[in-house]
């Protein structure tokens, strides 16, 4: 079997984010030093963005690789795939102000045996859990053997997949 998806392979995705705070707030203090005005709410949205796209994406991430390396909580499923789907769900909304709105959600995911695995595209914590089939190294197949390592996240309130490993596809003879 090979790795399809495997979050201790995923590097750190609050880097980016984190040198992005420290640079609004450099600026925002070398603008005070120079004797300028700077309104609370900068110093509120720096620390918002700094919370959600740093803070709570690296505690998930670190959280999940101990998991990974522990092993404490998972589950391990073995079987072959059943179903696989990729829906796309586009619908009015009505919430907004603006008269021809659309929110559009996409789901996907993939049953082995009577164990399923779904997410909503974009809404995971962090990069370590997989939410997005695109990212796989091979495409699931039905009828395709699998190894899932998963756990049920209270923080997430959903399933989340950690390790998928794969059988290569076997080429059909011509």
């Known amino acids: 079997m090979i790795d399809a998806f495997d979050a201790q392979a995923v590097p750190l995705a609050g880097f980016w984010p984190a040198m992005a705070t420290l640079a609004a707030l450099a600026a925002v203090g ?3 030093w120079s004797g300028r005005k700077a309104g609370w709410f900068v110093f509120v949205f720096i620390g918002v963005f700094g919370v959600f796209g740093v ?3 690296s505690w998930d991430q670190i959280r999940l690789r101990h998991m ?3 092993g404490e909580g998972l589950t ?3 079987g072959t795939i059943t179903q696989t789907w990729h829906i796309v769900d586009r619908r009015r909304d ?3 102000s603006l ?3 659309y929110k559009t959600v996409v789901s996907e995911g993939f049953d082995v045996g009577a164990e399923r695995f779904s997410w909503v595209v974009g809404q995971c914590l962090s990069p370590s859990a997989l939410c997005d089939l695109a990212v796989l190294k091979t495409p699931l197949v039905q009828g395709q053997r ?3 390592t998963w756990f049920d996240d209270a923080a997430q309130q959903d399933r ?3 390790r998928l490993r794969v059988e290569p596809l076997q080429p059909r003879p011509r």
Do not use: Q
Request: charged share 20%.
């Open 94 to 96: 009505y919430a907004s």
């Open 146 to 148: 699998v190894e899932v």
């Open 55 to 57: 803070a709570v994406p």
């Open 99 to 101: 008269k021809n709105a």
């Open 76 to 78: 391990v499923t073995r």
């Open 68 to 70: 990974l390396s522990s």
């Open 30 to 32: 070398l603008w005070r």
């Open 160 to 162: 989340r997949v950690l």
